[in-house]
Each structure stands twice: as structure tokens, then as C-alpha cells.
């Protein structure tokens, strides 16, 4: 069965700096996708990043990167020059075409 | 940029009412599906609908739930019984048919609360 795990339930960073959130998954397949959410005090989800399992290069959105490493079964997420707005739940997310499986997340605190 | 709607987005009914909570589906996309998430838990999958049909549904999705697409452009959920452990956040995505996920795309989320 498929599982995601997010082993940080909370980390913080200072206005400007980076910081990265940490996912493992499990799965048999070989190909699927991997996905971060966000997930403001609203609770709604909002993609960050995408990124395909049969890519070898790493996703990124502006400020947002990722970390794909396949054979471990890692997907990090980086957030460069973190602003106030950044803080959030982030949820880690993995898909086989078709439900979503999700992490536990991650509450990031933004310090000013 | 489309969008998936749901409504209301905030509900409070009384234990052993039923609700139904909507969604508007992306209009071209086929695969319709929703999640649900107890405050300050994951994101669980409740229940995947293709064709006019339930293609998947997990061990939350019991006798008390249904979906149904009532009119091509609507796709519900019913709770017939709510109990105070349905309080949570429910949501509704859908996806077109195009290879991957491209598109895959979550609705705002429809917040009940059973009292």
C-alpha cells in the first residue's frame, strides 16, 4: 500500500531564509506523481509543486523547489527567501493516476 | 483559470440530519472525487466516481454516504446520518482525461460541523 509520511510536524524559519520540509513515501509502482500543498489557516489546498516520477530533473516554481530522490523514495521541499506569507500547513502528497495519498504535514512558522 | 466549486463553505447541522454538499466540477472533466480531512489530520480519500458510477471507495465511505451526479454538472455527497465524528473538511477535485495529472484540481473545501 502506498504511504506517505512527513516525519516534521513543525519547524519554523526566519524571513528570508531557506528551509526545507521533509516526505518519504512507499510505493510498488514506477511511475506516479508527487505533489506539495499548502494549506493556509483557510484550509484550502493549494498546489505548489508538481513533479513527474519518470522526470530525473527537479521541479521548481520560483522560490519553490524540490529534492526528488527516487531510488530513496524522498521528495523534500525547499523554500528559499521565506516570507511572512509562506506560513502554512504543507502537506506532501503522492498519486498513481488516480487518488491522492497524503501526508500528515508539516505546520511551517515564518519568524519576522 | 477553471475552477472546481463547492457549497456551502461552511455547514452546522444536528446530529442525525442529513447534508448534501456540492460541487461544480471542472466542465470537460470526467473523474470526479472526495477527500476529507478531520481538523488537524490528513487529507483521506473518500470516494472516486467515473462514468456515472463509483469507480473506488475506501473503508470511510460505509452505508451512510452516497455521491450522485444529479444533473451533469453537480456532483454531490450525502451523509444521511451525521454523526459528530463527520465534523471535518471535505473536499471535492476532478480531472479531465489527459495523461497525468495535469489538471487535477481541488476544490475550496466545505467546512461541517456536526453539534
Known amino acids: 500500500a502506498q504511504t506517505v509520511t512527513q516525519s516534521q510536524p513543525e519547524m519554523s524559519v526566519q524571513e528570508a531564509e531557506t528551509v526545507t520540509l521533509s516526505c518519504t513515501y512507499d510505493t510498488s509502482e514506477s511511475d506516479y506523481y508527487l505533489f506539495w500543498y499548502k494549506q493556509p489557516p483557510s484550509r484550502q489546498m493549494i498546489l505548489v509543486i508538481r513533479q513527474e516520477a519518470y522526470k530525473q530533473q527537479n521541479a521548481t516554481e520560483n522560490r519553490f523547489s524540490v529534492n526528488f530522490q527516487k531510488a530513496a523514495k524522498s521528495f523534500s521541499l525547499k523554500i528559499s527567501d521565506s516570507q511572512l506569507g509562506d506560513a502554512a500547513m504543507y502537506f506532501c502528497a503522492y498519486s498513481g493516476f488516480n487518488k491522492f495519498y497524503f501526508g500528515s504535514g508539516t505546520k511551517l512558522n515564518v519568524k519576522p | 483559470e477553471p475552477e472546481v466549486t463547492q457549497t456551502p463553505s461552511h455547514q452546522v447541522t444536528q446530529m442525525g440530519q442529513e447534508v448534501i454538499l456540492r460541487c461544480v466540477p471542472i466542465s470537460n472533466h470526467l473523474y470526479f472525487y472526495w477527500y476529507r480531512q478531520i481538523l488537524g489530520q490528513k487529507v483521506e480519500f473518500l470516494v472516486s466516481f467515473y462514468n456515472n458510477e463509483i469507480s473506488e471507495k475506501s473503508e470511510i465511505f460505509d452505508d451512510q454516504f452516497s455521491v450522485e451526479r444529479p444533473d451533469g454538472s453537480n456532483f454531490t455527497l450525502k451523509i444521511r446520518s451525521t454523526k459528530l465524528e463527520d465534523s471535518a473538511m471535505y473536499f471535492c477535485?476532478?480531472?479531465?482525461?489527459?495523461?497525468?495529472?495535469?489538471?487535477?484540481?481541488f476544490g475550496s473545501g466545505t467546512r461541517l460541523t456536526v453539534v
Open positions: 477535485a476532478s480531472r479531465g482525461t489527459a495523461q497525468g495529472l495535469t489538471g487535477y484540481t
